[in-house]
């Protein structure tokens, strides 16, 4: 159940993405196309099998980052759509805490841990509520810091699971590693939804 749920957040984040960045099938394509190679190697355990194979793919991940970012035109964008993005962050939280209780990745990951990720999905909802409501954008002085502190909440738990991995510069979590991203369908957070993620708020901070 857990495995469909993520396949489905996943997909939910690229149609999320298709419509905040104005329908630009051609960025979606590309990270589409991407999570079935990944899906596939993941499905196959090449990542749980030799591990050093995934900062690869995420060093791979980060170029398709910065070059879909180069074709995303502000003009296009949709706010309401890149906030809905970051309101996924609170079902993942959900998914990565199930995953902590099966062992497949340590309790620091989550939001009883050092992650305080399902914060920024929280205030996201909030934000949109308001948005739709009032019919109006909330004002820049707010929604400017606000990215910010995604920013960084985000790349401090994408530092944590760097870390908290079976790899040579593991520093954490020895005794229950991050291994649910190297497998299927898990695999997705950190070459999918993480960038998605990310490319939103520059996107958002970009437009204010």
């Known amino acids: 159940m857990l495995q469909v749920t993520f396949i489905l957040l996943t997909f939910i984040t690229l149609f999320l993405f298709y419509r905040a960045t104005g329908k ?3 960025v979606v394509k590309l990270f589409f196309l991407w999570q079935i190679v990944i899906g596939f190697l993941a499905f196959l355990g090449v990542f749980k099998n ?3 194979l995934f900062p690869l793919a995420i060093l791979a991940t980060i170029l398709l980052t910065i070059y879909c970012l180069k074709k995303i035109s502000i003009d296009k964008l949709n706010t309401n759509y890149l906030l809905g993005i970051h309101i996924i962050r609170i079902p993942v ?3 990565l805490y199930q995953l902590f209780l099966a062992g497949l990745i340590p309790e620091i990951m989550t939001f009883t841990g050092w992650n305080f990720d399902i914060l920024i999905g929280i205030t996201a909802a909030v934000i949109l509520i308001y948005q739709l409501v009032k019919k109006k ?10 990215n910010f502190i995604g920013l960084l909440f985000l790349s401090s738990i994408v530092i944590i699971a760097i870390l908290s991995s079976p790899l040579p510069i593991q520093q954490f979590a020895f005794d229950q ?3 649910a991203l190297l497998e299927f369908p898990y695999c997705f957070l950190p070459t999918c939804i993480v960038p ?3 490319i939103s708020h520059i996107l958002l901070i970009r437009k204010l």
């Open 177 to 179: 590693p991050n291994i």
């Open 196 to 198: 998605i993620v990310f």
């Open 93 to 95: 939280e959900l998914c």
């Open 24 to 26: 630009n099938m051609h």
């Open 137 to 146: 954008n909330l004002a820049r002085k707010i929604l400017l810091p606000w």
């Open 50 to 52: 030799k591990p050093m």
